[in-house]
Nanobody, 120 residues
Framework: QVQLVESGGGLVQAGGSLRLSCAAS????????WGWYRQAPGQQREVVAT???????NLADSVKGRFTMSRDNAKNTMYLQMDDLKPEDTGVYYC??????????????WGQGTQVTVSS
């Protein structure tokens, strides 16, 4: 199927930056949607940024102007550049793709999550 490996989380002070990466591997025919989500303690998972098909990134209002989402199709990898981080950005960040594989029609897959902690 599809394996997603995330990296880049960590502890940073408010105002700092982090860059998350998510590499997809497996018997992938196509990736039709890419997304970053986050979940703060005691809260529901929320969308941070998505790319649907060949479109431009869509960012949540709470991160516009501070976060940038990009992807490298050749590497099946997406990135989330996070600048001017705030304590409320703290949480576990998950990547998600909707992909068609050799064995499965269009399905969603999740990464293992990476912790981002922003101290004030």
């Amino acid at each position: 199927q599809v394996q997603l490996v995330e990296s880049g989380g960590g502890l940073v002070q408010a105002g700092g930056s982090l860059r998350l990466s998510c590499a997809a591997s497996g018997s992938i025919f196509s990736i039709n949607a890419w997304g970053w989500y986050r979940q703060a303690p005691g809260q529901q998972r929320e969308v941070v940024a998505t790319i649907i098909g060949g479109g431009r990134p869509n960012l949540a209002d709470s991160v516009k102007g501070r976060f940038t989402m990009s992807r490298d199709n050749a590497k099946n990898t997406m990135y989330l550049q996070m600048d001017d981080l705030k304590p409320e950005d703290t949480g576990v960040y998950y990547c998600n793709v909707v992909a068609v594989t050799r064995y499965q029609a269009s399905s969603g897959y999740w990464g293992q999550g990476t912790q981002v902690t922003v101290s004030s």
